[in-house]
């Protein structure tokens, strides 16, 4: 079962605020889809994890190499040249605010939720499966002409 549309809504506006407060960029997200096992993650990926009572998840943002170093950029305004230790920890920052913003949003409905450590996955069309049964639903965006995305898998409901 699908996610529903109004908690997909959440996280694209979340992702959509993150992306302008860190960047300055206007990031339109698109319709929301269910991810198929075939689709590749990118060469960047932060996964985050999130549980609580009432709610457990994960969220996991992927970017290609040139849109991660072209966010780094426009982040710090120096030009990292390559996936370093430094574009690491700012795409796993970029995961953890756009949650920590779910977060408050979700709180606002009384929902509360703790925040794992992201975990950065690099390597040129890498996949992330995980380890669910949940519905993980994808939804797309861009970041200078590169495809780019974020995934939710969600549950509601007692733990």
Do not use: W
Not at 29 to 43: A, I, N, R, S
Not at 44 to 72: M, N
Not at 104 to 129: C, K, L, M, Y
Request: aromatic letters at 6%; one cysteine or more.
């Amino acid at each position: 079962m699908p996610i529903e549309t109004q908690v997909l809504g959440q996280f694209s506006e979340c992702l959509a605020s993150t992306l302008s407060m860190m960047t300055g960029l206007d990031v339109e997200p698109g319709p929301p889809f269910e991810k198929t096992p075939d689709l590749d993650g990118g060469d960047i990926s932060s996964v985050i994890g999130f549980g609580g009572d009432q709610v457990t998840g994960c969220l996991v943002l992927h970017f290609p190499r040139t849109a991660a170093l072209f966010l780094y950029e426009a982040m710090m305004g120096e030009d990292p040249g390559e996936l370093n230790a430094e574009v690491r920890d700012g795409i796993g920052e970029l995961a953890n605010i756009v949650l920590g913003s779910a977060k408050t949003a979700f709180s606002n409905e009384n929902i509360d939720f703790q925040i794992s450590i992201p975990t950065v996955v690099i390597g040129e069309g890498h996949r992330i499966r995980l380890q669910s049964n949940l519905p993980v639903m994808v939804i797309p965006f861009g970041i200078n002409d590169q495809a780019c995305s974020l995934e939710v898998a969600i549950r509601f409901g007692e733990n």
